[in-house]
């Protein structure tokens, strides 16, 4: 499999140029809208609800409201003074997750009960393919980093490499953090939804420790959400700039030169469907779109490939040819088998609606033509 980074576009662009542009509207969109307006919705709940345990007052709607929409308005307005606000944010947030995380890895591997870990029933195939539905969500969003990759120096290398790295440390740190939550809690890990590693921290550390832990995790929503902020605004810019969605989003702001119309208009997308869902609908209906969106990489990997031949030297290349594509497709419409009907209906939905966009757009731009 050979990878070639399409800059400042990402996957969209990726799949737009091996399909053409009807191709590329529906990967934008679910990219952009599916992906990222929904998951930010889905973690912003799990934020507020994992706050909630320690600030009663947010299980109440009115309270609720108020905090889901001051978070909104606040990374809107970070990110709309410039990149270089946004970025400090964002590189401050990655830190302080960090730290508790790592301390409760150290400190939890020696009083793990390693009786917890022994696995006494396996999952059937249906239990199984709902948790990695599920559990697909924390690997995604690493196509983000497509965005600003007009930015990068030697992207075609630099980007996949930094990917694989970047999703091989991630599977470190989440096998060695269910680990000890499995090891320290046992049975009662599953009882622990709202928050499971505050739960596993405080049985570690006592209720510092699980302070500690809901700090580091609301931090690394809130980090995740600013990075989202940052970055995908741009995707909207850039769609608005080729004329697939309003001239007006691509404005840029005179004093700040930045997308200020894209930013308010995701962060607010964001804010009402964190306002109206619960946490694994927006979840599910998120990795359905962006399951898509990789589903539309893959096949246009194995269409760019028989289209323009062997990539030059200069680009990253995975050996196999067409096997790691196929073996992606296939593991991705399994997962996109294991949807429930309202998600599968949610995604359809939004697949509906993104076509009927999209042929209104097209009747609208040709009518202005004939004008």
């Not at 053409?20 to 990219?31: E, K, R, V």
């Not at 992906?35 to 973690?43: E, G, K, P």
């Not at 740190?173 to 320290?184: D, E, F, N, P």
């Not at 073996?327 to 949610?346: D, H, K, Q």
Request: proline letters at 5%; one cysteine or more; glycine letters at 10%.
């Amino acid at each position: 499999m050979c990878t070639r980074v399409t800059c400042s576009g990402g996957a969209y662009a990726y799949i737009e140029e091996a399909f053409g542009p009807f191709a590329g509207f529906i990967a934008s969109t679910l990219l952009w809208l599916g992906w990222s307006v929904f998951s930010d919705a889905a973690i912003a709940v799990a934020m507020t609800d994992a706050l909630s345990t320690v600030v009663p007052e947010l299980t109440r709607p009115v309270p609720r409201a108020i905090f889901l929409v001051g978070l909104f308005a606040f990374l809107a307005l970070v990110n709309l003074t410039g990149v270089k606000s946004g970025m400090k944010l964002y590189v401050f947030n990655t830190i302080a997750k960090l730290v508790p995380l790592l301390l409760l890895i150290a400190a939890g591997l020696f009083v793990i009960n390693f009786d917890n870990l022994v696995i006494v029933k396996w999952p059937s195939a249906e239990d199984f393919g709902a948790a990695v539905l599920l559990l697909f969500f924390a690997f995604a969003g690493a196509e983000t980093a497509l965005a600003p990759s007009g930015e990068i120096k030697q992207p075609s290398k630099t980007i996949p490499r930094g990917l694989l790295l970047g999703i091989s440390g991630i599977l470190i740190l989440y096998i060695a953090l269910q680990t000890v939550a499995q090891g320290v809690l046992g049975p009662a890990l599953a009882k622990n939804t709202e928050a499971p590693l505050v739960a596993t921290a405080t049985s570690v550390f006592g209720h510092w420790g699980g302070t500690l832990l809901l700090f580091g995790l609301v931090v690394s929503i809130f980090g995740t959400l600013s990075g989202d902020v940052l970055t995908t605004p741009r995707v909207v810019f850039a769609s608005a700039r080729d004329g697939l969605l309003p001239r007006q989003l691509a404005k840029i702001h005179p004093k700040y030169k930045t997308p200020y119309l894209a930013i308010i208009f995701y962060a607010a997308l964001g804010c009402v469907f964190a306002l109206t869902g619960s946490f694994k609908q927006l979840l599910l209906v998120a990795t359905g779109s962006i399951l898509l969106i990789y589903l539309g990489v893959s096949l246009a990997v194995i269409r760019l490939r028989q289209r323009d031949g062997k990539p030059s030297g200069n680009e990253f290349c995975l050996p196999g040819g067409a096997t790691i594509p196929l073996a992606s497709s296939a593991v991705i419409v399994w997962l996109l088998t294991r949807m429930e009907g309202g998600e599968a209906l949610g995604i359809a939905a939004l697949l509906g609606g993104t076509v009927l966009i999209y042929l209104v757009r097209m009747v609208y731009m040709s009518r202005r033509r004939a004008g």
